[in-house]
């Protein structure tokens, strides 16, 4: 049985029907008029114990919506959620000792206490038990290096510090299921390096995922699974392994010529090939399609012929496969 599964789960919103500057604001002060929006349309989420799964749109797609759909937080307005078999809004008390949450954007530590207090009062509100809660503080520790910072007021932390405090809250009760919406957001390099080591650490203990991102690079360290959606609907579900097999079947050769380049000249001579301008006069792309030539056939037949100076190699990023998903140009 899947730990999470939702059917045909929507969200419609109300929301005021104004027109733009001064004059509708007074307008609707005299007479409201509301129309209904929905942020989530009709969405299908099957998830297995164990899966980590990333949830990704373009903004305002419905992916926080979604999140707070899932965790119990919103009651759908159509369709039917189950997290370990319970509807997470009715059983929202049984539903929170088994889930974890983290909104990159809000934190859950009391903002005037020290970090370690909002912990020990989480350790409380959950029920966990001592040696629980020690074996769990250590490893936390160990990971994202939580004692350089359990005496500090939340107020006072770094955003990195307060991301890494917030992981912790949201796992000291060591929950099966755990959302987790843009958990990187606004971290330097470093921290986020950290928070994906620790997040794969977790999914190899068996912890199932949900994570949202707009950093892609969150997504393919991560996860396994990616869930696109855009307006509300799911435009994508499967592996990252099929997202890329399916939908980059080119790659890309830059040419750094003797001389500038004349790309008609060349595209008549290389026909098989797509040609454009590179950013210098000398250089040129070369795109050809990866399942009908490879990268030593394309390389030979170019530098026999052209003798670049130099070239280098590259591939449509998932960036590109996902922006060109959330424009419409690729079916599912
Ligand atoms: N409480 C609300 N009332 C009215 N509209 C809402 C409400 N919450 C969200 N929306 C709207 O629903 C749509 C989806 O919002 P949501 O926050 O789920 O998007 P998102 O995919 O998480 O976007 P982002 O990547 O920008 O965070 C947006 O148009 C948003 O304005």
Same mark, same amino acid.
């Given at each position: 049985? !899947? /730990?999470?599964?939702?059917?045909?789960?929507?969200?419609?919103?109300?929301?005021?029907?104004?027109?733009?500057?001064?004059?509708?604001? &007074?307008?609707?002060?005299?007479?409201?008029?509301?129309?209904?929006? @929905?942020?989530?349309?009709?969405?299908?989420? #099957?998830?297995?114990?164990? *899966? #980590?799964?990333?949830?990704?749109? !373009?903004?305002?797609?419905?992916?926080?919506? @979604? &999140?707070?759909?899932?965790?119990? %937080?919103?009651?759908?307005?159509?369709? @039917?959620?189950?997290?370990?078999?319970?509807?997470?809004?009715?059983?929202?008390?049984?539903?929170?000792? $088994? /889930?974890?949450?983290?909104?990159?954007?809000?934190?859950?530590?009391?903002?005037?206490? !020290?970090?370690?207090? #909002?912990?020990?009062?989480?350790?409380?509100?959950?029920?966990? #038990?001592?040696?629980?809660?020690?074996?769990? /503080?250590?490893?936390?520790?160990?990971?994202? $290096?939580?004692?350089?910072?359990?005496?500090?007021?939340?107020?006072?932390?770094?955003?990195?510090?307060?991301?890494?405090?917030?992981?912790?809250?949201?796992?000291?009760?060591?929950?099966?299921?755990?959302?987790?919406?843009?958990?990187?957001?606004?971290?330097?390099?470093?921290?986020?390096?950290?928070?994906?080591?620790?997040?794969?650490?977790?999914?190899?203990?068996?912890?199932?995922?949900?994570? @949202?991102?707009?950093?892609?690079?969150?997504?393919?360290?991560?996860?396994?699974?990616?869930?696109?959606? $855009?307006?509300?609907?799911?435009?994508?579900?499967?592996?990252?392994?099929?997202?890329?097999?399916?939908? %980059?079947?080119?790659?890309?050769?830059?040419?750094?010529?003797?001389?500038?380049?004349?790309?008609?000249?060349?595209?008549?001579?290389?026909?098989?090939? *797509?040609?454009?301008?590179?950013?210098?006069?000398?250089?040129?792309?070369?795109?050809?399609?990866?399942?009908?030539?490879?990268?030593?056939?394309?390389?030979?037949?170019?530098?026999?012929?052209?003798?670049?100076?130099?070239?280098?190699?590259?591939?449509?990023?998932?960036?590109?496969?996902?922006?060109?998903?959330?424009?419409?140009?690729?079916?599912?």
């Amino acid at each position: 049985m !899947p /730990i999470l599964e939702a059917q045909a789960l929507t969200k419609t919103f109300r929301r005021p029907d104004k027109d733009s500057g001064f004059k509708g604001a &007074v307008r609707h002060l005299m007479q409201r008029k509301y129309k209904n929006y @929905t942020a989530v349309d009709g969405i299908d989420l #099957s998830i297995e114990a164990g *899966e #980590s799964v990333a949830y990704v749109g !373009p903004n305002g797609a419905g992916k926080s919506t @979604t &999140v707070k759909l899932l965790t119990g %937080i919103l009651r759908p307005s159509e369709g @039917t959620v189950r997290v370990m078999g319970r509807d997470p809004h009715v059983e929202r008390i049984a539903n929170a000792h $088994d /889930i974890g949450v983290l909104f990159g954007q809000r934190t859950q530590l009391w903002w005037d206490l !020290p970090v370690e207090e #909002s912990l020990k009062l989480l350790k409380h509100m959950y029920g966990v #038990s001592d040696a629980d809660y020690k074996r769990r /503080i250590e490893r936390f520790d160990e990971l994202l $290096d939580l004692n350089e910072f359990m005496p500090a007021l939340a107020r006072t932390l770094s955003l990195g510090q307060r991301m890494r405090a917030d992981l912790a809250c949201a796992l000291i009760h060591d929950p099966k299921m755990v959302y987790l919406d843009e958990p990187t957001i606004g971290l330097d390099i470093s921290v986020k390096d950290r928070l994906r080591a620790f997040l794969r650490e977790l999914v190899n203990d068996g912890t199932t995922l949900l994570l @949202t991102s707009h950093d892609l690079a969150d997504i393919e360290e991560v996860c396994e699974r990616i869930v696109v959606i $855009d307006k509300g609907a799911v435009a994508y579900d499967g592996s990252i392994e099929r997202l890329k097999a399916h939908y %980059i079947t080119t790659k890309a050769v830059n040419l750094y010529l003797e001389g500038a380049a004349n790309v008609p000249e060349l595209a008549e001579k290389f026909p098989d090939y *797509e040609w454009t301008a590179g950013e210098a006069p000398s250089e040129v792309v070369v795109t050809y399609e990866s399942n009908r030539f490879t990268t030593a056939e394309v390389l030979g037949s170019l530098t026999a012929q052209l003798s670049p100076r130099d070239l280098s190699l590259s591939e449509p990023s998932i960036e590109d496969v996902i922006r060109r998903l959330y424009a419409g140009e690729l079916t599912k």
